[in-house]
């Protein structure tokens, strides 16, 4: 069985958007992550080295975020999983991103994927 940290209404800015407008502005953009992993080897020896951890993956993301000046969510979210994915060894994530202020009459508006592979799993 496997186990999900997991980070929730991480907020950050960012250059996003398809209007001329959009593309002169910084955006508030809020996500959250579910990442596998196996609790069990860090919480045998109490060791940062055998954990993901959290605050790293939310300063990555802020970086990414802050620096990228995609068009579309769509773009963004694909490479922040590919980065994830990568620089933190994971085998499944799941990420939400919502963009607040697209919709006037929403809440927000957004994108969630998923991406690895998820045998092993379980539906907790």
């Known amino acids: 069985m496997t186990d999900r940290i997991f ?6 800015e960012a250059v996003i958007g398809v209007y001329d407008w959009e ?10 992550l579910e990442l596998a992993t196996d609790a069990a080897a860090a919480a045998t020896d109490d060791c940062i080295d055998h954990a993901i951890d959290y605050a790293a993956v939310a300063q990555c993301v802020i970086q990414e975020v802050g620096r990228s000046q995609y068009q579309l969510l769509e773009t963004l979210v694909e490479h ?12 499944w994530m799941r990420l939400r991103v ?3 202020n697209a919709v006037p ?20």
Do not use: C, M, W, Y
């Open 7 to 12: 980070i929730e209404g991480l907020q950050t």
């Open 23 to 32: 593309r002169t502005i910084r955006q508030p953009l809020v996500f959250d």
């Open 80 to 91: 922040l999983a590919a980065i994830l994915l990568q620089q933190f060894n994971l085998s």
């Open 105 to 124: 009459e929403a809440r927000g508006v957004g994108l969630v994927i998923e991406r690895g592979s998820r045998s092993g799993l379980s539906d907790r």
């Open 98 to 100: 919502t963009k607040p």
